[in-house]
């Protein structure tokens, strides 16, 4: 089992910056891509932004330039530093992960979100 735990969100106003955490955990042999997506009231789940295993990233248009994706392979991490943030950014932030287990087996998880509310 592997479990993807998410921090960090929480309340800010708008033009403020949050730095979310999601950390994997469990049996776990290697971590490949690792990212972030969010998803606002009544609307679908969005990609904000991945990072593979090598360190390449890539992001939404709606958000380059404002978040920075990065991961710590140590310890199992991947962190979305968030600058300029916007009330159109409200909504709950998901972590997921591409993880081959100690089994040898590659899977999709993802974590169960963290609400990130930005006041105007």
């Known amino acids: 089992q592997v479990q993807l735990v998410e921090s960090g969100g929480g309340l800010v106003q708008a033009g403020g910056s949050l730095r979310l955490s999601c950390a994997a955990s469990?049996?776990?042999?290697?971590?490949?891509?690792m990212g972030w997506g969010r998803q606002a009231p009544g609307k679908q789940r969005e990609f904000l932004a991945r990072?593979?295993?090598?360190?390449?990233?890539n992001y939404a248009d709606s958000v380059k330039g404002r978040f920075t994706i990065s991961r710590d392979g140590a310890k199992n991490t991947v962190y979305l530093e968030m600058n300029s943030l916007k009330p159109e950014d409200t909504a709950v932030y998901y972590c997921?992960?591409?993880?081959?287990?100690?089994?040898?087996?590659?899977?999709?998880?993802w974590g169960q979100g963290t609400q990130v509310t930005v006041s105007s």
């Open positions: 990072i593979t295993s090598g360190g390449s990233t």
């Open positions: 469990g049996s776990i042999f290697s971590i490949n891509n």
């Open positions: 997921d992960a591409y993880v081959t287990s100690v089994a040898r087996s590659t899977n999709r998880y």
